[in-house]
């Protein structure tokens, strides 16, 4: 009875798929698979790989096609879990760029057409010795399926012989497209669709006459030797060459033409290795000759002269730019001698790696904080002294035309600019369209704390130290250390962990697949997503926010830039703006900070920022603020209190706070850093207590 109601089912599915009704075949698929049905198992990976992600399926469909990969390769697979991996790898057919990267893992390559047509004749053969003809609908388009294999192979070969002009490789293509040209023929003639037949044969008769006339060794050698005799100056052609004529079974001299291109080979190859590692050493040389122009690109400069050894002038250049550190240092520690602690730390930072230059910058920053009677924590990289500095100067000269209320908020967002970084947080969406969050904190001593998701090392933060900003998309999180460095843990999935060659960094943000760094010289470096981005115009920049595929960034002068997925209007309008002092984005808008403590909007119409813009620009005395990818904004008041949307549906946890001095924001969640170091908002982070 099992056995029945599970056919039952799975006929059922496949009915609801015929109709195009997905969501009634997934529910009676689902439910045969539960039952054992593995013929359903290949209809849902086909739904999921062919059809965009829906959130009323609450499993992954790679749960589905590991156990497709599964099946596909027992010693008894399954045909129909054979047939439709094999169809997948064929046509490449499905729009998911995480599958085909999966597939990668699996293949060796994105596309793997071999194996493909490899399942799909597995299949094909259980089928037959299984009667099963035309009605079963899995098979119905399976000649039009080996044509598109046909035609994915003859693509291949066109190209190799445009691109090359090898016909060994050539010949071996038509060969593989012949076999899919006789599948399908076969296919139509077992089903006895003589129309199908006749257009098969039709569309296969040009391969079976290239094919024979490739297939003469006689015409390949001549060929061959032809483009051996032009002397081609790439040693991949003579590669290519060599297996030509190694593959002519010892017609002519072919044995003795393989032993020359072989010998030519190996000569070019290593001709271009030396011209390749001499264009490399020449590479680096310019490259460590420009950083060491600068003062904090000694340090790198010389750790990429040491890798030349003693190629050309490297040596004086390393004797060079170590003794400007020398001087530097030197410099640096008369700078301390004489209680001018500021500039004694830049100059501490720049020398990165130098003698104790690390020990001493966090020394000198000590000693600013303590002039500034704004001690939170023992150790603090002050690049965000840097940033604040800047910031100062800014300030000043409008405070000369402002009025006493500018000055108050001036003051009220210096004594804040402490605790920004220490606090950080993010959504992660799950499957269902259901959401989590995670939570990081930096202590006063230089941890840091984390609480939420944790499924990719996102939260593996335990023996991170001297660490003084801290930044998560929730997926992966970016902690920014004393001595200008950055460390980053969970999911790598677009490089954005790859950040451990930074140095010189004072602010960091993190959106899903990108991380930012903003350095001292007010440049901006990006990983993941943004790894090879341009931002050579990006200069005097003071701080950075990035969100989803958008990266924005504010110049000492209050304006600001942007690139990325906001609309022309969002970024026109932003880029209009004057008297910035602080930015945050979101996946489509940009929200800007003015000196005098109202808040300027960039959106589309249609998205939840722009639909409360109006109260937005009301808010008056505004000295931070932060939105999550898709929530609301909110923003800091200088007396400390929160400043919401009316209709914000987390008001009733905030609109009461007092004494507040950081906020972070997200879909489901807001919480906020006191001035007495605790955090108080979500659960998950509620009652941290961050520094006494």
């Known amino acids: 009875m099992d056995d029945k109601n599970r056919d039952e089912l799975f006929e059922r599915g496949l009915w609801y798929y015929d109709k195009q009704n997905l969501n009634e075949a997934v529910a009676h698929l689902r439910k045969a698979t539960d039952m054992g049905h593995m013929g359903a198992f290949g209809i849902l990976a086909r739904i999921y790989t062919l059809t965009p992600p829906n959130p009323e399926y609450d499993i992954s469909p790679w749960e589905y096609l590991e156990i497709l990969m599964k099946y596909a390769n027992l010693d008894k697979p399954n045909l129909y879990a054979q047939l439709f991996l094999g169809k997948i790898l064929i046509g490449n057919i499905t729009s998911n760029d995480d599958i085909i990267k999966k597939f990668g893992q699996y293949f060796a390559k994105d596309v793997d057409i071999d194996k493909g047509i490899w399942l799909v004749d597995q299949a094909v053969k259980q089928a037959e010795e299984l009667s099963i003809s035309k009605g079963r609908e899995q098979f119905e388009q399976l000649g039009a399926d080996y044509i598109e294999a046909a035609t994915a192979y003859h693509v291949q070969a066109s190209r190799i012989l445009q691109q090359e002009g090898i016909v060994y490789e050539y010949s071996r293509l038509l060969e593989k497209t012949k076999h899919c040209y006789d599948m399908a023929i076969a296919w139509a003639k077992l089903h006895r669709q003589s129309e199908l037949m006749a257009q098969f044969e039709w569309l296969a008769e040009p391969t079976i006459e290239q094919l024979k006339q490739f297939n003469n060794i006689a015409v390949i050698y001549d060929e061959s030797v032809e483009l051996m005799n032009a002397n081609p100056p790439s040693s991949d052609v003579w590669m290519r060459l060599y297996l030509s004529f190694v593959g002519m079974q010892n017609h002519k001299d072919s044995v003795a033409l393989a032993e020359k291109c072989d010998a030519t080979y190996r000569r070019l190859k290593q ?9 490399r050493k020449d590479d680096l040389l310019e490259q460590a000759t420009q950083k060491g122009s600068d003062v904090h690109g000694l340090s790198e400069a010389i750790k990429i002269l040491e890798g030349l050894e003693d190629y050309k002038n490297a040596a004086s250049l390393i ?8 001087d530097c240092y030197a410099k640096a520690q008369k700078f301390l001698e004489n209680a001018q602690y500021l500039q004694a730390w830049e100059l501490f930072v720049h020398l990165a790696d130098y003698a104790d230059a690390c020990e001493q910058a966090a020394y000198a920053h000590s000693l600013v904080e303590k002039q500034k009677k704004k001690v939170i924590r023992k150790r603090c990289f002050i690049g965000v002294s840097v940033a604040a500095a800047l910031f ?18 001036t003051t009220a967002r210096e004594q804040i600019e402490p605790y920004q970084g220490l606090l950080a947080a993010s959504n992660i969406f799950l499957y269902g369209g259901r959401t989590s969050a995670v939570f990081v904190g930096v202590r006063g001593d230089g941890t840091v704390i984390a609480s939420g998701d944790n499924d990719v090392g996102q939260l593996d933060v335990d023996e991170w130290r001297d660490v003084v900003a801290v930044s998560t998309s929730g997926r992966h999180t970016v902690g920014l250390l004393a001595n200008g460095t950055v460390v980053a843990t969970g999911d790598n999935f677009a490089g954005q962990l790859d950040v451990q060659d930074w140095r010189n960094v004072v602010s ?13 010289n007010g440049t901006v470096v990006g990983a993941g997503l ?3 981005t341009d931002f050579s115009d990006w200069n005097d920049i003071i701080a950075i926010s990035t969100a989803s595929a958008s ?3 504010l110049r000492e002068n209050g304006t600001v830039v942007i690139m990325g997925a906001p609309t022309d209007y969002v970024i026109s309008e932003a880029m209009g703006w ?19 403590g109202r808040v300027e909007v960039a959106a589309p119409s249609t998205s939840t920022v722009a639909r409360h813009r109006n109260e937005i620009l009301g808010w008056r005395n505004i000295v931070s603020i932060s939105v999550g990818t898709y929530g609301l904004p909110i923003g800091l008041r200088a007396d400390g209190t929160i400043a919401l949307t009316g209709n914000h549906p987390l008001s009733r946890y905030a609109e009461d706070w007092q004494d507040i001095v950081a906020i972070v924001s997200g879909i489901d969640f807001i919480i906020g850093l006191t001035s ?5 908002g979500d659960e998950a982070a509620d009652g941290w207590r961050l520094f006494d």
């Open 271 to 279: 001709k271009e290795e030396i011209a390749e590692e001499a264009q």
């Open 319 to 326: 004797a060079d730019f170590k003794k400007q550190q020398a």
């Open 392 to 409: 100062t100067t800014y300030m000043l000269v409008s405070m000369l035309v402002s009025s006493i209320n500018l000055q108050r908020l």
């Open 508 to 520: 960091i943000s993190t959106a899903h697949n990108i991380t930012l760094g903003l350095r001292t």
């Open 530 to 532: 943004v790894s090879g």
């Open 551 to 553: 990266v924005a960034g």
């Open 578 to 596: 004057q008297d910035i002092v602080a930015i945050t984005m979101t996946s489509s808008s940009i929200l800007g900070l003015r000196a005098d």
């Open 676 to 680: 007495d170091g605790t955090v108080i």
